[in-house]
């Protein structure tokens, strides 16, 4: 299969996939699955009778535990490094 796109475009993915150390056409197939999955996930919101809620759950209580021992770090020093990490601007 061929798609086109933009030379800018085209300049992105590479250079993103480089960074996570695939293949353009990896890191390509790998963006189409993550959406696949957020569709799932974004056409059922989950309950407390899926098997998922505890964990939900549990890791949510354990940040709370985490940020009130001051062991948490300001969102935008995090939203820095991942924008850093994968090449986006504000």
Known sequence: MTIRISPE???LLQKRA???GVS?????????REDEDWGELSEAPITPHDP????????VTEGLEQA???E???AEDV????RAKHGLSR
């Open 9 to 11: 475009a085209e300049e």
């Open 18 to 20: 480089l960074a996570e």
């Open 79 to 82: 939203f820095s490094e991942r």
């Open 24 to 32: 353009v056409e990896a890191y390509v197939e790998q963006l189409v």
């Open 68 to 70: 009130k021992r001051g």
């Open 52 to 59: 998922e809620f505890a964990e939900v759950r549990t890791a």
């Open 72 to 74: 948490s770090r300001p």
